[in-house]
């Protein structure tokens, strides 16, 4: 049976209840992660946790755990589920919100205890650096219709779930976002990358887009490896003329896209730059 974590309690995930009257159920009031683990190592751990912390201070919610509590709760979630799944890849997803009150308001006070939930679900194995081998994606645009402040890891998914939906409703797998300057900003539930005139670029960061970990774990792996990485604008033209396109998130790693509205990323076929891009992040992805 899986065992979660809530407040302060393990108990199986069958079990686990919050308040209807919990912030994070009426107004979506909190903050969430999703760290990968593989064998039992977490991938990006401190990043993630970092990340978090910020964004509880973005919307002023007093980080409940210290690091080191909080990695006791991923290791023991990671270690007594580790028999119930197939997979030796295991996410744990850890979600805060602001608490529960007496009557719903807009308005929150600081008298509030937060909510943590934590739970470690299955992951599909990572993609291997392997053109022949690995499952590219079909990808749909889009125009980016969220909220002004996508930096934070905030709970309130529905714009990233309806352009997910977009994509999902059209065959695909994953829907990329254009803002009204028809620039990337990233895709509904990941980061871009795409290889443009022999170089590899990404979305620069600011409110507009989420600072992925993996996409971070990416860059600092192929520079590492004295790989150049720009971060600068990427138009609709440019993404449509690229020669690769590449997704990543803590659940892709790094997932080439073989076609953006039904039609072919370079030559339709994983290309030798995610390849390569892919060995060189599996050298590093458990040193940062």
């Known amino acids: 049976m899986t065992l979660a974590f809530l407040n302060d309690e393990y108990l199986p995930l069958d079990q686990a209840r919050i308040s209807p009257m919990d912030r994070g159920f009426l107004f979506g009031d909190g903050i969430y992660e999703v760290i990968p683990t593989q064998n039992g190592k977490a991938i990006g751990l401190s990043a993630h946790l970092q990340r978090m912390s910020r964004g509880l201070n973005d919307i002023e919610i007093p980080n409940p755990m210290q690091k080191k509590q909080w990695e006791s709760v991923i290791q023991t979630l990671v270690t007594h589920n580790a028999t119930e799944f197939e997979s030796s890849s295991i996410g744990v997803y850890l979600h805060v919100s602001r608490g529960t009150a007496a009557q719903r308001n807009h308005a929150y006070n600081d008298k509030m205890v937060p909510t943590v ?164 992040f599996n050298k590093h992805k458990f040193t940062f």
Not at 235 to 251: C, F, H, P, R
């Open 117 to 280: 939930f934590c739970y470690a679900f299955e992951m599909a194995a990572p993609p291997v650096p392997d053109r022949t081998a690995v499952k590219g994606l079909h990808v749909a645009l889009g125009r980016d219709l969220r909220w002004q402040r996508c930096h934070i890891k905030s709970t309130s998914l529905l714009g990233n779930v309806l352009h997910y939906q977009q994509g999902v409703t059209q065959g695909k797998q994953e829907t990329i976002l254009l803002n009204q300057h028809d620039e990337v900003t990233e895709a509904a539930s990941c980061n871009v990358f795409a290889v443009i005139d022999g170089q590899i670029v990404t979305p620069a960061l600011d409110h507009q887009l989420l600072p992925g970990i993996t996409r971070q774990l990416v860059i600092q792996s192929l520079r590492e490896e004295g790989t150049i990485v720009r971060e600068r604008a990427i138009t609709k033209n440019a993404l449509l003329q690229a020669d690769e396109v590449w997704l990543s998130s803590s659940s892709k790693e790094i997932t080439p896209v073989l076609s953006i509205d039904g039609r072919p990323v370079g030559e339709g076929c994983p290309g030798p730059v995610w390849e390569e891009s892919l060995r060189k």
